[in-house]
């Protein structure tokens, strides 16, 4: 079993910055490829970046690239996605997920082991 416990959600004003945090406990942090997915209201579940279990590979939703950024501590057991340029569509419930699968498709929700509880995003106009 994997526990998966995210932090650092809020309100913030368009234009500024937040840093997701998600703590893992476990199985092997190392051995995980690691997501971030977001949840607006009445919308589907949506990816917004993976990293793979190395960190050296990541990934973005176009409607994030060039504002966020993730990166992993395997020291800390913790995925990081740090938000820059925030706006009001970026509102949402952020999950991290945890996949322990040799065959990883990062942008796939379906793929993914492990789900945190969700953190809220809010970001005024």
């Known amino acids: 079993q994997v526990q998966l416990v995210e932090s650092g959600g809020g309100l913030v004003q368009a234009g500024g910055s937040l840093r997701l945090s998600c703590a893992a406990s476990?199985?092997?942090?190392?051995?995980?490829?690691m997501g971030w997915f977001r949840q607006a209201p009445g919308k589907e579940r949506e990816f917004v970046a993976a990293?793979?279990?190395?960190?050296?590979?990541?990934y973005y939703a176009d409607s994030v690239k060039g504002r966020f950024t993730i990166s992993r501590d395997d020291a800390e057991h913790t995925v990081y996605l740090q938000m820059n340029s925030l706006k009001p569509e970026d509102t949402a419930v952020y999950y991290c997920a945890a996949d322990f699968d040799a065959s990883w498709s990062p942008k796939s929700r379906t793929g993914y082991d492990y789900w945190g509880q969700g953190t809220q995003v809010t970001v005024s106009s």
């Open positions: 476990g199985r092997t942090f190392s051995s995980s490829a």
């Open positions: 990293i793979s279990s190395s960190g050296g590979r990541t």
